[in-house]
């Protein structure tokens, strides 16, 4: 069994800069992908950022040239640096992760980020 296990939530004001990991524990090979969605209440989870083995990272729109998403395969650990926040970024973080060998899809259990002044 594999846990996704997130740090790095807070409450920071707007303008205001935040990093979030991920790390994987239990039976987990090397990740094949490692994945940052986020949810607020009434609204679907939405992807914010994907690390994919042999693939370029991609990041939804309205986070491009302020986040950044990296990870160690050796670690099986992911991070989130948000930078710039705005209160639209206020969300729960959801990591998620597929593994080589594994068809298991995991789910991190969430963590808050809220940008208010």
């Known amino acids: 069994q594999v846990h996704l296990v997130e740090s790095g939530g807070d409450s920071v004001q707007p303008g205001g800069s935040l990093r979030l990991s991920c790390a994987a524990s239990g039976n987990s090979g090397t990740f094949h992908a490692m994945n940052w969605y986020r949810q607020v209440p009434g609204r679907q989870r939405e992807l914010v950022a994907r690390i994919r083995a042999g693939e370029e990272n991609t990041y939804l729109d309205s986070v491009k040239g302020r986040f950044t998403i990296s990870g160690d395969h050796n670690t099986n650990t992911v991070w989130l640096q948000m930078n710039n926040l705005k209160p639209e970024d206020t969300a729960v973080y959801y990591c998620?992760?597929?593994?080589?060998?594994?068809?298991?899809?995991?789910w991190g259990q969430g963590i808050q980020v809220t940008v208010s002044s």
């Open positions: 998620n992760a597929d593994f080589y060998g594994d068809v298991g899809d995991y």
